[in-house]
């Protein structure tokens, strides 16, 4: 025997939301958030991952990068990166020689210093380097020339500029050849860096100079570090393949370098590209499922708001639950009414809540340059997700409606 | 069409039970007109309800065709007063937010008629009943009586073999109460079994056969 078809009964459910239009909206409301926050939060995460993915790949392909690390004191506080010395000339040197699959190897030092030419200064980072570090870091000369290792090795005052730097400086004249004054002692222009642009952090990467390892260290950083000490070494394995093998053949080159014992702490750690991208997107995502989580929350408290306002409407509506049953509407026909008026509240909460996340996500990342990312699969899941808290807070109303007595029902005024 | 055999109801209150029915016995004929009569609380709704499928009888047989609907399931109960039965209220029943179309329709959507068919088949009625250029008015904008004759026109929609009507004029004046008596005779002419309750006995007077009851039990029955 046929009974109500499914139509009618959606019929029924959405002519009692669309009875009350304000209450409706108001008890969609708390869904509306919970699932705007929810899809909000998630985009911006995924657009977070997205920046960090960009920026790490930015720094090059195959790249790891050898950096010092004080050993753990006794207290167990561990130093950051770069806060130690470990790194020395010898270590480049042991690499060079040792590691093989190593395409280049690339010590550096970093200073900051203001450069003036001209009349016009800056205020820029100077980077101690080899000639090889080109090659490390996936740079190219655009005009001019690189330094050589004979520059290095006679301490000459030669300089490699970053785009930004010479805009700066001159404008659009032609640099090379041009003298500049950093912290007061005179640099040949030989060259000009291709550009990078920003990274998508945001940062400038064609504000720096390169000079010669030596002369930085000499003139630039002075006496605050050891006259053999590098700040980091960039390490290009020759593939991808070899990146790994690679890294532990850095790491146990610079351990006996270093005469660090087996079970002793390393006083410089080596990274690449794909495991800092990897570490930093579960950071990044371990905070989004935190973030979704508490936002996910006020898409509970929204149910609470749902299934109060069912309760409200089985109670206020129990003589037409009454009638409905006397005229030959089953149990499950009242039940599917009420489940569905439930479901309907909250998909339609979660549809508007859909819709305020990605306008929201979509504004904050324009307004914070900021990759927009649309998660694809959040638009099922979040209405599914609203549909399922409407069944879910809407079952026990619906269950109560159905489980009725007509006679009672009936009679209640 | 209908036997009822010993047919006892009773509510427990806490301490006390109240016995509503006390071993009913009766049976009741295809195209019968039937008033049941009697004091307050004499037990006379609480029949209707059960044989209008609404209740359970707590002891006793109630066979219907043949069938014995103390043993429905409530599924099968439904379908029951959905096909079988139909009711008109004292206090009309119609839902306020639908129109007297809409109302007239209800059943018909919970017997899965088609919305075409429903929608035809509702609109006869409303006219059958007088309400012709009525069918889009909500029930607060018709009358106490036009009202009613929406509740009978929806009462019919699927062809019942039994009307039940309890108290059908209670809360009309008497001049529209006689309207719908009128109209109940019509039906019964047409061959509808009718069983209406009413304090009314001019009314009790006009149906061909007159129940009468008293502390749940039946204490005269005749036919006029
Ligand atoms: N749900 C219930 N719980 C307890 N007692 C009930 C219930 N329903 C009816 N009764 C009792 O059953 C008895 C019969 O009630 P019923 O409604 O059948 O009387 P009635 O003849 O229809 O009266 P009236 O003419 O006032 O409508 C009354 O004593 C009533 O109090
Ligand atoms: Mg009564």
Do not use: C
Request: charged letters at 20%; glycine letters at 12%.
């Amino acid at each position: 025997m046929s009974g109500a078809s499914p139509t009618e009964i959606v019929r029924f459910a959405s002519g009692a939301i669309i009875a009350h239009p304000l209450r409706s909206g108001l008890t969609s409301l708390g869904v509306v958030i919970g699932v705007a926050a929810v899809v909000m939060m998630t985009s911006i995460g995924l657009g977070a991952q997205k920046r960090v993915t960009d920026s790490i790949s930015g720094l090059g392909s195959n790249l790891i990068i050898v950096s010092p690390l004080q050993p753990r004191t006794p207290g167990g506080v561990m130093g950051g990166a770069g806060s130690g010395q470990s790194l020395t000339d010898a270590d480049t040197e042991a690499i060079q020689r040792q590691v093989e699959g190593a395409a280049a190897v690339a010590p550096s030092v970093t200073g900051g210093a203001q450069v003036t030419a001209d009349g016009a200064n800056w205020n820029t980072s100077i980077i101690g380097v080899t000639p090889e570090y080109l090659e490390a870091r996936d740079l190219t000369i655009a005009s001019g020339r690189m330094f050589e290792d004979r520059d290095a090795r006679q301490g000459r005052k030669v300089a490699v500029l970053g785009p930004t730097v010479v805009t700066q400086l001159w404008g659009d004249a032609d640099p090379i050849g041009k003298r500049i004054r950093i912290r007061g002692a005179p640099f040949e222009v030989i060259g000009v860096l291709g550009s990078k642009g920003q990274s998508s952090f945001g940062r400038d990467q064609d504000d720096l100079i390169l000079s010669p390892l030596e002369t930085v260290r000499s003139r630039i950083i002075g006496r605050r570090i050891k006259a053999d000490s590098v700040q980091t070494i960039y390490v290009k394995a020759a593939s991808e393949g070899e990146l790994a093998s690679v890294q532990e053949d850095i790491d146990s080159v610079v351990r006996a370098e270093h005469k660090i014992q087996p079970g002793e702490e390393d006083d410089f750690q080596t990274q690449n590209l794909a495991s800092i991208l990897e570490a930093s997107k579960a950071a990044i995502g371990a905070f989004t499922v935190l973030l979704a989580a508490i936002a996910a929350v006020s898409l509970v408290v929204g149910g609470v708001g749902i299934m109060n306002i069912m309760l409200v409407a089985v109670t206020e509506r129990t003589r037409e639950i009454g009638l409905r049953m006397a005229l030959g509407a089953r149990r499950k026909d009242v039940l599917a009414q009420f489940a569905l008026e439930a479901v309907v509240l909250s998909l339609f909460g979660g549809l508007i809540g859909l819709a305020i996340g990605l306008l929201g996500a979509a504004g904050i990342a324009a307004i914070g340059d900021w990759p927009f990312a649309l998660p694809t699969w959040a638009i099922p899941v979040a209405l599914g997700f609203s549909s399922l808290v409407g069944l879910v807070f809407g079952a026990y109303p619906a269950w109560r409606a159905a489980r009725l007595d007509p006679i009672e029902a009936l009679r209640r005024e | 069409m209908i036997q009822i055999e010993d047919l006892t109801k009773t509510y427990v209150m806490g301490e006390e039970t109240v016995t509503a029915l006390d071993g009913v016995s009766l049976s009741i004929a295809r195209g019968e007109s039937i008033a049941i009569i009697g004091p307050s609380g004499s037990g006379k709704s609480t029949l209707m309800n059960i044989l209008g499928g609404l209740d359970r009888p707590s002891r006793g047989r109630y066979r219907f065709e043949g069938d014995e609907v103390a043993h429905f399931s409530d599924d099968q109960l439904a379908d029951f007063r959905n096909r079988r039965i139909g009711f008109v209220f004292q206090s009309f029943q119609l839902l306020p937010r639908l129109s007297a179309l809409q109302n007239v329709e209800l059943p018909m959507v919970y017997s899965g008629a088609a919305p075409r068919a429903r929608r035809e088949r509702a609109a006869e009625l409303l006219e059958r009943v007088g309400l012709g250029s009525r069918m889009g008015h909500r029930p607060n904008q018709l009358s106490g009586g036009q009202q009613q004759r929406v509740a009978i026109a929806r009462s019919l929609a699927n062809q019942p073999d039994l009307l039940l009507a309890d108290e059908p004029t209670g809360a009309l004046d008497s001049a529209t109460g006689i309207e719908v008596l009128a109209l109940f005779q019509k039906l019964n002419l047409e061959g509808l079994t009718v069983v209406i309750v009413t304090h009314d006995r001019g009314v009790a007077d006009a149906a061909r056969r007159r129940i009468a009851f008293r502390d749940g039990r039946v204490t005269e029955d005749v036919r006029t």
